[in-house]
């Protein structure tokens, strides 16, 4: 089968929590196939510089808290110019406790950086993509 077939050239990824495993992993192979990558990460800048480097010249690096709502919006209104292309929301959280010291913040930050992030992602991606007639998420 022909790699052509698995060509993203000239389309533009956005990969969230790319500065470590899977993350790094989807980042680089996406830049391998010929996308323009874009990477996002919290707390992990020599990471997400390494995945950068590994990428190559012109990758640009994000930092946003997922949990904190105003800093999710203002990440999503810096990426949602309708440029992506494919959107791999891998970035997450996983803050572990004892089950009788989850409390009510504990949970919302959860669900606020593994589930409204992605939410708020797509609201923001998806329509471009379907204008372009062309996106993946």
Do not use: C, Y
Not at 14 to 37: D, E, Y
């Amino acid at each position: 089968m022909s790699q052509d077939r698995f060509s993203l050239a000239g389309r533009r990824a956005l990969v969230t929590g790319a500065s470590s495993g899977i993350g790094r992993a989807v980042a680089i192979a996406l830049a391998q196939q010929g996308a323009t990558v874009a990477l996002h990460h919290f707390g992990d800048a020599a990471g997400a510089r390494d995945t950068a480097a590994a990428i190559g010249p012109g990758t640009v690096v994000h930092e946003a808290d997922f949990t904190d709502s105003r800093a999710m919006s203002a990440f999503a209104d810096e990426v949602g110019d309708g440029a992506i292309d494919i959107l791999v929301s891998n970035g997450a959280i996983e803050r572990r406790r004892a089950w009788d010291e989850v409390d009510e913040a504990h949970i919302q930050a959860h669900v606020a950086a593994n589930f409204t992030a992605l939410l708020t992602l797509a609201t923001r991606l998806v329509p471009a993509m379907a204008k372009r007639g062309w996106g993946r998420v």
